[in-house]
């Protein structure tokens, strides 16, 4: 299972951190990644980080959001700064294993202008 948490309301230009506690799964042997869905629109990609701890980001994201992985704490965390209201979504965390793929359930992110 998959559970995001850190989400909430924030003013335009601050940062929040969302985590995504993964139970059930060896967090070191997974690819882990970061989706968003704002309302009205389809499920974007946000970020994605390998089990070599090699990230990736949306292009439109990139050098704002920053994922890593705490693999002690069974974590992946998604640090966002300079946020927007384009920022304002439900963030899901997503895992790829070797046995299947998941989706937690979303946090939801509002940034007010």
């Known amino acids: 299972q998959l559970q995001a948490s850190g989400g909430g309301l924030v003013q335009a230009g601050g940062s929040l951190r969302l985590s995504c506690a993964a139970s059930?799964?060896?967090?070191?042997?997974?690819?882990m990644a970061w989706f968003r869905q704002a309302p009205g629109k389809e499920r974007e990609f946000v970020a994605t980080i390998n089990i070599r701890g090699r990230s990736y980001y949306s292009d439109s994201l990139k050098g704002r959001f920053t994922i890593s992985r705490d693999n002690a704490k069974n974590t992946v965390y998604l640090q966002m700064s300079s946020l927007n209201a384009e920022d304002t979504a439900v963030y899901y965390c997503y895992s790829d294993t070797s046995v299947g793929r998941s989706w937690g359930r979303g946090t939801q992110v509002t940034v007010s202008s």
């Open positions: 059930g799964l060896t967090l070191s042997s997974a690819g």
